[in-house]
């Protein structure tokens, strides 16, 4: 079954850079969710999408910007990174038939800044 | 306070034996329950979720869910070497779909061989 697709899986970036992170939902999936998880941390809500509009915010920083597509993938863009922001970013998706919180986690990007 | 703490841990067990997580919530509000499953450096998975007062089994897995008191427990039944791995408790404040969770830290559980 397809899962969901983050790209890419590692990235390294220096301080003051930009990233952009990828998620390509599971087919069909029409919300998606970005998290981050810092080393030895639990997984932080960052901000989520239902039908290509902001649905839900949570501690993301305002350095970083969101947005869901077309084609139902979304991309998470970093600026003026810090090293702080050295953490692994999980995707997830889910449609409306799942059931709450049933959603399925892509494999992850972790991002180290130096 | 934490809105979903796991306090406990890191938890040993020989293998076999009977492994208990617990969890507890301070969001009154709060209508589902999961536990993740979390290799090192891998994506969290979903082992069991709970919705309503009571047990809920499924394999070797029950989830305990008591809403009066805020808590939400996982017992792993014959636990195994391959169930070694961190357990996150997560909460949602509503029961429609597309809902953020709320996370714990997370318990380390060791299964010893």
């Known amino acids: 079954a397809a899962g969901v697709i983050q790209s890419p899986r590692h990235l390294i970036k220096e301080k003051r850079e930009t990233a952009t992170l990828k998620c390509y939902p599971i087919p069909r999936h029409d919300t998606v969710y970005w998290y981050q998880q810092g080393p030895g941390q639990d997984p932080q809500f960052l901000i989520s999408?239902?039908?290509?509009?902001?649905?839900d915010k949570g501690s993301i920083p305002d350095r970083f910007s969101a947005q869901q597509f077309s084609d139902y993938h979304s991309e998470l863009n970093m600026s003026s990174l810090e090293l702080g922001d050295s953490a692994l970013y999980f995707c997830?998706?889910?449609?409306?038939?799942?059931?709450?919180?049933?959603?399925?986690f892509g494999s992850g990007t972790r991002l180290t800044v130096v | 306070q934490k809105e979903v703490e796991q306090n406990s841990g890191p938890l040993s067990v020989p293998e076999g034996a009977i492994a208990s997580l617990n969890c507890t919530y301070s969001d009154r509000g709060s209508q589902s329950f999961f536990w993740y499953r979390q290799y090192s450096g891998k994506s969290p998975e979903l082992i069991m979720s709970i919705y309503s007062n009571g047990d809920k089994e499924d394999g070797r897995f029950t989830a305990q869910l008591n809403k009066a008191s805020q808590y939400v427990s996982l017992l792993i039944r014959d636990s195994q070497p391959s169930d070694s791995a961190t357990y996150l408790c997560a909460v949602s404040g509503v029961t429609g779909a597309n809902s953020k969770l709320t996370f714990g830290k997370g318990i380390t559980l060791s299964v010893r061989p």
């Open positions: 997830a998706s889910s449609s409306p038939s799942q059931p709450v919180g049933g959603y399925t």
């Open positions: 999408f239902y039908e290509k509009m902001q649905s």
